[in-house]
């Protein structure tokens, strides 16, 4: 140990559908970090252009403050010398850049925590998450509780108006009513997704 960071830097991946558990994973982490007085900074990508201080929140409404950023260029000027454990929530909305900063923070001495999907709605890998999945020393894949049998979930599932929506649908869609559900495998539906799609 020296200066307060760990001497090696790590890199830890959790994954897994919407409620399988990913913010309270990271929530978990980070408070035991603290308690093992580390440095902790958490950040999270920024909606609205809101700024200043936030929260990771779970569903089951354990939270950690959190600092939301534009883009992942944001995290390094953002950064105390002192920290030595950095969080990233839902890491799948952030760049690509986002891989070589993790990197960087983590060949700097730290230990870095990034929740996020593994897939997204259509069951596609998402964003920079398979790269740091690759990358990292640890990497937990959670399971949620599947809302149509019961089973272990591994997919979300997007509902739009009241039906599974289209593979092709865009990620916002003006005026609809959304809705998001853990689902298995063989329940998660995807209208119009081909096949031979890996
Ligand atoms: P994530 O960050 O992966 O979306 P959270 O950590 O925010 O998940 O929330 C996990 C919590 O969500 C669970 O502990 C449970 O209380 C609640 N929950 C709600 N629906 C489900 C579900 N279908 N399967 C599992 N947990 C669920
Ligand atoms: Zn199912």
Same mark, same amino acid.
Request: proline letters at 6%; a negative charge; hydrophobic letters at 40%.
């Given at each position: 140990m020296t200066g307060g960071h760990h001497a090696t830097g790590v890199l830890e991946v959790v994954v897994g559908s919407m409620f399988s558990g990913k913010s309270e994973e990271l929530i978990r982490r980070v408070k035991r970090a603290v308690i093992a007085r580390r440095s902790v900074q958490v950040f999270k990508p920024s909606i609205d252009d809101r700024y200043g201080a936030d929260l990771v929140r779970s569903h089951d409404g354990d939270s950690f403050v959190a600092r939301p950023v534009r883009s992942s260029a944001e995290i390094g000027p953002l950064l105390a010398p002192e920290t030595s454990v950095v %969080?990233?929530?839902?890491? !799948?909305?952030?760049?690509? !850049?986002?891989?070589?900063?993790?990197?960087? &923070?983590?060949?700097?001495?730290?230990?870095?925590?990034?929740? %996020? &999907?593994? &897939?997204?709605?259509?069951?596609?890998?998402?964003?920079?998450?398979?790269? &740091?999945?690759?990358?990292?020393?640890?990497?937990?894949?959670?399971? *949620?509780?599947?809302?149509?049998? %019961?089973?272990? *979930?591994?997919?979300?599932?997007?509902?739009?108006?009241?039906?599974? *929506? @289209? @593979? +092709?649908?865009?990620?916002?869609?003006?005026? *609809? !009513?959304?809705? @998001? +559900?853990?689902?298995?495998?063989?329940?998660?539906?995807?209208?119009?997704?081909?096949?031979?799609?890996?």
């Open positions: %969080g990233i929530d839902e890491v !799948q909305f952030f760049d690509p !850049q986002i891989v070589g900063v993790v990197r960087e &923070l983590v060949d700097g001495g730290r230990r870095v925590i990034c929740a %996020g &999907l593994d &897939l997204d709605f259509r069951g596609e890998p998402f964003g920079p998450v398979p790269l &740091l999945l690759a990358l990292a020393e640890r990497v937990d894949k959670l399971e *949620a509780i599947c809302v149509v049998c %019961g089973e272990s *979930a591994t997919r979300t599932q997007r509902i739009v108006d009241g039906v599974p *929506a @289209y @593979y +092709e649908d865009p990620i916002i869609v003006v005026g *609809a !009513q959304e809705a @998001y +559900e853990a689902r298995c495998r063989t329940c998660h539906t995807v209208p119009r997704r081909s096949t031979v799609t890996a």
